[in-house]
């Protein structure tokens, strides 16, 4: 049945909470893992689940996501698969940008018209998660559901962040509430798993991923011209309208990129012994753009729980609990720690560097030492540079960085000189 699906995976907003990463690229585009963007796992999953057919909504920042996804997927001439961009755009019908998930979807449908299908799956651009829509797809169908909504199994402590279902035996969602106070937490329990009762896992959280049949969608869509969000809006008008809305239970790994500190994390989480999101699983492919690269050159560099990326050269003395991504530049004696370096977007030889710079080279120096840090592409960090973020910092912005919640962001493109001191 998948080929009877359509999905729209949602662009983002400004991101603004994930600021200063996104002060040149929208959310979607950000580095993720060392070598791929975030909007690369919604299209991998969809692409896992044999779904071909997607389009990428997106308003904000969009130069870098359209140029990597232009760049990324292409398909046989022959086969019906594509992944279309569709960017917001004023029309007859519409003289505004997009202003919320459910608007967006709604000025996009036009562009789904000529194409024919049964479902349209949305998604959202900015998660990190491996699911097969299959599945998803086969309890939509078996529950005879007009919209299921995915939900994943949360503690007491989590569920006030999330829009929270209540779902009966049968699977179906008779109630919502957007992120509920804790006194009424109680009222919110929904039928789980013993395992995830035992884990005190027992209020479902919406992931923002949903599949609507098609006259569905369109009927909610045009009925409710002022209803601008999924989450907030059609939903609740949905399970009020006896729509027939289903939950689609997920017990694997599923985080929200919402902002720094969870940015920071997740990549962090990749350099465990055993992941939860799992990079290395032929199964669960993460796709992204091939660039030919050469393959890492490290000497005198001690590693421990580390993800280096292709075309990199470390002279480090030791990386530690850290992901270092594309064409990275490390000096020797230096020691980096529980950070995320993005790398760069090209590679600069010496004649380069001679000829256009007359600062230090792109990379990081000798002798620095960054702990707790994101560093953007395309810095130049001299020698004898400490970073070192902590809890004890507090939020903060300069021309070269940001802080936020103890974790220092050396800006995109930001230039340190030699013997500079930040956070400690």
């Not at 990463?21 to 796992?41: F, H, Q």
């Not at 949905?238 to 990129?257: L, Q, R």
Request: proline share 3%; aromatic share 8%; with cysteine.
């Amino acid at each position: 049945m998948v080929d009877r699906v359509i999905s729209i995976i949602l662009g983002g907003g400004a991101g603004t909470r994930l600021y200063p990463l996104t002060a040149e690229r929208s959310k979607p585009a950000v580095p993720i893992g060392g070598k791929y963007r975030l909007i690369d796992i919604p299209i991998s999953n969809c692409l896992n689940s044999k779904i071909k057919r997607m389009f990428v909504l997106t308003q904000f920042n969009s130069a870098s996501l359209n140029k990597h996804i232009k760049n990324t997927y292409h398909f046989d001439h022959f086969g019906f698969g594509f992944v279309d961009l569709l960017a917001a755009e004023q029309t007859h019908q519409s003289k505004d940008w997009f202003q919320g998930t459910a608007d967006a979807v709604r000025q996009s449908l036009v562009h789904t018209k000529r194409h024919d299908f049964d479902f349209l799956l949305i998604l959202s651009g900015d998660q990190l998660y491996q699911m097969d829509f299959n599945a998803m797809l086969e309890e939509h169908i078996s529950k005879k559901a007009e919209v299921t909504v995915a939900t994943i199994p949360v503690k007491a402590a989590e569920a006030t962040s999330f829009g929270i279902m209540k779902v009966n035996k049968q699977g179906m969602i008779s109630s919502f509430i957007e992120k509920p106070d804790p006194g009424v937490l109680g009222e919110w329990e929904s039928e789980v798993s013993d395992e995830q009762r035992a884990r005190g896992e027992v209020y479902l959280a919406s992931m923002g991923i949903y599949i609507f049949n098609r006259q569905t969608i369109n009927q909610m869509l045009q009925n409710n011209p002022d209803s601008i969000d999924f989450g907030k809006e059609i939903i609740p008008l949905a399970i009020d309208s006896n729509k027939g809305v289903a939950s689609y239970s997920y017990d694997g790994y599923w985080t929200d990129i919402g902002n720094i500190k969870s940015f920071y994390e997740a990549n962090l989480s990749m350099t465990d012994v055993i992941p939860e999101f799992d990079m290395f699983n032929p199964q669960k492919r993460i796709y992204t753009r091939p660039r030919l690269l050469a393959p890492a050159k490290i000497q005198y560099a001690m590693m421990s729980h580390t993800i280096v990326a292709e075309a990199c050269i470390i002279n480090a003395q030791m990386l530690e609990r850290s992901i270092i991504g594309l064409r990275s530049r490390i000096g020797e004696g230096t020691v980096i720690r529980r950070s995320i370096i993005m790398g760069n977007d090209f590679t600069e030889q010496m004649e380069m560097f001679r000829k256009h710079h007359s600062t230090m080279p792109l990379g990081i120096g000798r002798n620095c030492f960054i702990e707790n840090a994101i560093v953007d592409k395309n810095c130049r960090i001299g020698d004898n540079v400490i970073i070192r973020g902590s809890d004890t910092l507090e939020d903060t912005e300069t021309d070269q960085y940001v802080i936020r919640d103890g974790i220092i962001v050396v800006k995109k493109g930001a230039v340190v000189e030699d013997g500079i001191r930040i956070g400690m």
